[in-house]
């Protein structure tokens, strides 16, 4: 069944359905923006930004194509915005100006995706024929792959103040406060290889490996952030699978999904039965939560996990205060011209994998006289992989 018959048929039904929306579902594969929304339907409103920023692109506008089917096996619109990896180049410089067109995704080889490289893991090994070899491919050895996509106003705001090199993050702090315009999005995906019997189940994606051949992956996470409130809205889903999955360390926190489930208990772990997912690999993915705030009314820390993303550190993990230790910092004596590399909170406190929860504190930030300061980043961790700016490579041209 076509997406938009399944829609169709889905209105029909919706008369003996006990469902009352908080959001247009009219045109689904539009981004909603309703802040109201956002902030007091939180579980509708990651629904209704999964299935627009799932909608297959158009690979010439990069937006969704309201004359697609939603589920056909096509690149999505987060596929067709700008990829991190692009951004933030080696050298600091400026990226270049949006585009229409071209090769929309970016060819899925290793230059798409964080994968350690080879000078950073000179000593590594892996059997191969009974024998252990150096890795040749790091992107062959890598069990997932990650990769983070930013949007267009993402994209033209770090560009138009040369966010995308360290050397414009500390002039841009040293001019006032960095904020993000309302409507940028930002999503961090994590895929794994699987096999053709498993393809129906999963968005795909045929990688080319550094010999040549071609290695299928279905997406197995989705992390979503959109500035649509102050302190953003956060979102994150998982396949169905992954608690299964030989190597996973299972969801270790209870799932949150008040539209899927309705009256049932909010971990039911379905799926909106009433938005199209239907006859698509998308049903097989499910919301872990979202998150509009730092604590519960009772005061207790808001925890959000993926087990894909936050592996190692479920029981810990907040997006929001995660995301709210982004930020840039240098010792007040060089803040201008300090070498090597930014200064960047951690993510962990202290020597374990644990995570940073509940409400951001102010002694993260200004410390005492004469040590590193920091200044936040609006949430924004992918910033953090900025480069010093090469001598030689231009700043940013109109």
């Not at 992956?217 to 197995?220: D, F, M, Q, V, W």
């Not at 040590?371 to 200044?375: I, L, P, S």
């Given at each position: 069944m076509s997406s938009k018959r399944g829609w169709l048929l889905g209105a029909l039904l919706l008369g003996s359905m006990p469902r009352v929306d908080a959001l247009d579902w009219r045109t689904p594969w539009s981004e909603p923006k309703d802040w109201a929304a956002a902030r007091d339907h939180g579980d509708e409103y990651a629904w209704r930004l999964f299935i627009a920023l799932n909608w297959p692109a158009d690979p010439i506008a990069r937006r969704a194509d309201p004359a697609a089917h939603f589920g056909d096996d096509k690149p999505v619109v987060w596929e067709s915005w700008q990829n991190a990896a692009a951004v933030y180049r080696a050298d600091g410089a400026d990226p270049g100006a949006w585009t229409q067109g071209g090769t929309i995704p970016l060819p899925a080889t290793r230059e798409r995706f964080e994968t350690a490289s080879l000078k950073d893991l000179p000593n590594a090994r892996h059997v191969e024929n009974g024998v252990m070899v150096p890795w040749v491919d790091p992107l062959e050895s890598a069990k997932r792959l990650t990769e983070i996509r930013m949007n267009r106003a993402a994209y033209e705001y770090i560009r138009a103040r040369e966010l995308y090199s360290?050397?414009?993050q500390l002039r841009a702090v040293a001019a006032g406060a960095v904020r993000f315009p309302y409507g940028v999005k930002e999503v961090k995906a994590k895929w794994r290889p699987i096999s053709a019997a498993e393809r129906a189940r999963y968005h795909t994606l045929n990688v080319t490996l550094a010999d040549g051949t071609q290695r299928l992956?279905?997406?197995?996470a989705l992390h979503i952030a959109s500035k649509d409130l102050p302190n953003w809205f956060w979102a994150t889903f998982e396949h169905v699978d992954n608690p299964a999955l030989p190597d996973s360390e299972h969801w270790q926190?209870?799932?949150?999904?008040?539209?899927?489930?309705?009256?049932?208990?909010?971990?039911?772990?379905?799926?909106?039965?009433?938005?199209?997912?239907?006859d698509t690999a998308w049903q097989y993915y499910r919301l872990?939560?979202?998150?509009?705030?730092?604590?519960?009314?009772?005061?207790?820390?808001?925890?959000?996990?993926?087990?894909?993303l936050e592996t190692g550190f479920q029981r810990t993990a907040s997006c929001i205060t995660c995301h709210a230790r982004a930020s840039i910092g240098w010792h007040p004596a060089t803040r201008d011209h300090a070498a090597g590399e930014a200064l960047r909170l951690p993510i962990f406190d202290g020597a374990g994998r644990r995570g940073f929860t509940g409400t951001p504190q102010p002694e993260w930030f200004a410390t005492k006289a004469g040590?590193?300061?920091?200044?936040p980043l609006d949430f924004v961790w992918s910033l953090s992989k900025a480069q010093r700016r090469d001598a030689h490579s231009p700043r940013s041209m109109p």
């Open positions: 360290i050397d414009g992956y279905g997406l197995t926190l209870a799932s949150h999904d008040e539209f899927a489930c309705g009256g049932r208990a909010a971990d039911c772990n379905r799926y909106p039965p009433h938005i199209g997912l239907e872990r939560g979202s998150l509009t705030s730092f604590t519960e009314p009772n005061g207790a820390p808001r925890l959000l996990a993926n087990s894909e040590d590193a300061r920091f200044e």
